[in-house]
């Protein structure tokens, strides 16, 4: 079945340590997005990618990095986490197209720095 | 850049009222409107869209208008039950811009429907 694939869905590490959040999607979809979300609230574009060797940085500022090798596959990476980077990320796809598409969301995966 | 107003914050119906949340947008080239619906400690999910060629469109007991001229759209739940409970996001989203069809999404909509 076509979805989106977030791992990990949980992670606590402690302050320094190197992360790589992994996002994969079976959509068929050029255009992959990160958004950091605190639960149930604002939703915040902090990456964006509309293919292959194509990537952007959103509205909200980030200390991440994301790469785009493959269509299928949106890695974000931390290289030093600090507190201030809990939060819960989420990955998510479109179509190109020439309109607006609607957005695939992944589940998420839910961060904790010590 | 595209800015999204959403209100209220927060919402409290009893179970079999309505309930409508609304949202302003200033892009007048803005020309999609969507709805997310997100459940607790679940992903957003879609639960309907409007483009700028449509005043409204409804899907059973959900609905959205859209006024363009004074850039504001609602989102309209009728006969609510306690499974409408979540977070509710509107969005908006420029014509027009190649390929640059990023989201701008209102701070969101707490509803609580009290059985």
């Known amino acids: 079945e076509a979805d989106i694939y977030q791992t990990p869905r949980y992670l606590v590490i402690g302050t320094g340590k190197k992360i790589t959040l992994e996002c994969s999607q079976t959509m068929g979809h050029d255009k992959m997005y990160w958004y950091q979300q605190d639960p149930g609230m604002e939703l915040h574009l902090i990456h964006y990618s509309y293919g292959v060797n194509s990537t952007e940085k959103g509205d909200l500022s980030s200390e991440s990095t994301v790469s785009r090798i493959r269509t299928e596959h949106f890695p974000l990476t931390l290289e030093s986490a600090r507190p201030s980077h809990t939060s819960q990320y989420l990955c998510?796809?479109?179509?190109?197209?020439?309109?607006?598409?609607?957005?695939?969301f992944g589940p998420g995966t839910r961060l904790t720095v010590l | 850049g595209e800015n999204v107003e959403q209100h209220p914050s927060t919402l409290s119906v009893q179970e079999g009222d309505s309930a409508v949340i609304k949202c302003t947008y200033s892009d007048s080239a803005s020309n999609y409107f969507p709805w997310y619906k997100q459940e607790l400690g679940k992903r957003p999910q879609l639960i309907i869209d409007i483009r700028s060629n449509v005043g409204e469109k409804k899907d059973q007991r959900i609905a959205v208008t859209l006024n363009k001229t004074a850039k504001h759209f609602s989102l309209h739940i009728t006969e609510t039950q306690p499974e409408d409970s979540a977070v509710y996001f509107c969005?908006?989203?420029?014509?027009?811009?190649?390929?640059?069809?990023?989201?701008?999404f209102g701070k969101g909509t707490k509803l609580s429907v009290i059985p």
């Open positions: 969005a908006a989203i420029p014509k027009g811009r190649a390929g640059s069809y990023q989201l701008t």
């Open positions: 998510a796809s479109s179509e190109y197209g020439s309109g607006a598409n609607e957005q695939f």
